[in-house]
């Protein structure tokens, strides 16, 4: 899987974190100090400042016989960012925690932190700390995010209205898909090493799964439309999750309609072909890291027809529970399946 | 070691997540909102933020057949504060991430958040978010720490001038004596399991070693005497390493005189029993957590005599290079031994 070229034991701790490191330039104003001292030196003028933190374990959230260590890097920041977008905040730093086992040699790390530093360039955020150790076994990144907002712009889960229209970004499902993709692809690939897999048709749903993007333009995107959530969560556990949280935080109940789902054709097909509902997966599938959000029915005409967004439903009163209406009309309770990663399952990394 | 009384997988993530830190109250003014949404909002007024993150590995950090939960979640949390006083700032928030295999039971886990919570009482610190995650092998726990400090008194590596004095707070040495301590003792113990060890008379490197503390009265302490160290440092790597460090980043050459050094008396009992050099422990050991910084030479009668400080030695222009004097007046080139993490010995977590 990687070529162990160079033994770190050689560089040692401090040479490893200054090797990995080197091309890591700060760009934001509030970046006063990067690696290189105890701490990073962070000014913050105004504003609110929000901090996030994420664990991705080996073998738990990715499989390093199909993910790229340059996508798992990206992957790692994204995902870590994606919550900070949530807030409706705008990140600014990150610190990477990496421990590896003595199995990965320097040229494999240098392409998980090329994949870090691609991240940190396309989301503009300054890589300003962090530590790197050994491990007995596997390969685990912990991140954490730091970003800033306007007191009065932050979009808590706790703040949707009752008649608040649900609003989600992008489209559901396709890292799910993906990961089935993957997962049957190495099962073939085990059983017949000269099989060569042609993957073309699952491109999208693939991508998906191992380099997602952090929806840093959608914040972006609502503030020109003049659009202010009225809550806001990113989909790391599936649709039906992330609904739930919405509704628990702001004590509603939440109705969603099966046939405004926003589910990609290769999504669709490639449920099909795997037998499985594309509806489930869109619900319960995760690491979808889109997000939801709530605004006020007033603002519909604002965000309708955006290719963007999709409007997939409302919050009602708390008595009227939380419903996924289905395309027969018929009302069944939304159920937070999503993975659970103390059930061992493949998992997205979620700060509750 | 321990019980797996509860099913993890059984509370899920969520309920985990809620589970563990239910107990942990927000007692800092710049906590606006702690766990419960994608991310803490913080609210830093004025001067500067300092962020440092660390990871501690099981088998690579700690040793869980000697190290009691509740004592690892204590050290987790005061050695990643210790960079933040190593700064001269003060901590104010942590977010911590935690990955478990499915051999601990929610009874242990509670142990460990235990020991969190004694930590954020003890250090006046908010835990105000986190990631918990399972893990096919060990435990990791990996802390982000920030951080306040005014922006004129930051103590940088990078600050110290020629001829200021090099201070040491505490005593060094304890730590690492009291890892061979119980490294003998678990020996034993695996030889014959019915010995009950004495560890009456090791007690003192034992808790530097199990439960160290970071030393939030010394920048407390030289605010008091009116003394602003010229640039700082915590112990984790050994103090050789450490002076190293501040030489480096400060262009400047380091004496150190051996007599100087600060070691408890029954730390050198320890290293007599073991037939070690105390003094080499203390420039190589690591995992003190003490405090070494620079001050002026007129600074000196300010702490003269005052029981938490040592004065071991002094800067020196670049070109006299970095010396330990040793007892017969001999010249010996400091070496950053250290313990290294990378060559899988145990080994202190450090941010470079």
């Known amino acids: 899987m990687e070529e162990k070229i160079s033994n770190l034991g050689e560089l040692g701790e401090f040479g490893l974190i200054k090797h990995l490191t080197r091309?890591?330039?700060?760009?934001?104003?509030s970046s006063i100090k990067g690696i290189g001292d105890d701490a990073a030196v962070l000014e913050f003028l105004s504003g609110r400042t929000v901090v996030s933190s994420d664990m991705l374990v080996e073998g738990i959230h990715f499989d390093l016989s199909y993910a790229p260590p340059q996508h798992l890097g990206y992957k790692a920041v994204a995902v870590?960012?994606?919550?900070?977008?949530?807030?409706?905040?705008?990140?600014?730093?990150i610190t990477v925690n990496i421990a590896v086992s003595n199995r990965f040699g320097i040229e494999y790390l240098d392409k998980i932190y090329e994949g870090i530093r691609h991240a940190c360039e396309v989301y503009e955020v300054d890589l300003v700390g962090g530590d790197t150790t050994s491990s007995y076994s596997g390969l685990i990144l912990s991140i954490t995010a730091i970003g800033e907002v306007d007191e009065t712009k932050i979009?808590?889960?706790?703040?949707?209205?009752?008649?608040?229209?649900?609003?989600?970004?992008?489209?559901?499902?396709?890292?799910?898909?993906?990961?089935?993709?993957?997962?049957?692809?190495?099962?073939?690939?085990?059983?017949?090493?000269?099989?060569?897999?042609?993957?073309s048709?699952?491109?999208y749903p693939i991508q998906r799964q191992l380099k997602p993007e952090a929806r840093k333009d959608i914040p972006e995107l609502l503030e020109k439309l003049g659009v202010l959530p009225s809550s806001m969560i990113d989909i790391s556990d599936g649709l039906s999750s992330e609904a739930l949280h919405l509704s628990d935080?702001?004590?509603?109940?939440?109705?969603?309609?099966?046939?405004?789902?926003p589910i990609d054709p290769a999504v669709i097909k490639a449920c099909e072909e795997f037998k499985l509902s594309a509806t489930t997966i869109a619900l319960n599938g995760g690491e979808d890291y889109e997000l939801l959000f709530t605004i006020p029915l007033e603002d519909h005409d604002k965000i309708k027809g955006?290719?963007?967004f999709s409007v997939i439903g409302h919050m009602?009163?708390?008595?009227?529970?939380?419903?996924?209406?289905?395309?027969?009309?018929?009302?069944?309770?939304l159920q937070a399946q999503g993975w659970n990663a103390l059930s061992n399952d493949n998992d997205s990394p979620q700060q509750d």
């Open 316 to 333: 009602t009163e708390a008595a009227r529970g939380r419903m996924l209406v289905a395309r027969d009309g018929a009302e069944v309770p």
């Open 80 to 93: 870590n960012l994606s919550d900070i977008y949530a807030m409706n905040a705008r990140p600014t730093q």
């Open 201 to 203: 048709a699952y491109q």
């Open 306 to 308: 955006n290719p963007h």
């Open 23 to 29: 091309d890591f330039p700060l760009s934001q104003a």
């Open 155 to 199: 979009t808590e889960r706790s703040g949707a209205k009752d008649n608040d229209l649900l609003v989600v970004s992008g489209d559901l499902g396709g890292a799910y898909i993906g990961l089935q993709v993957l997962e049957r692809e190495k099962s073939v690939f085990q059983a017949n090493p000269d099989e060569q897999p042609d993957l």
């Open 249 to 261: 935080s702001s004590n509603l109940g939440v109705r969603i309609y099966e046939d405004k789902i």
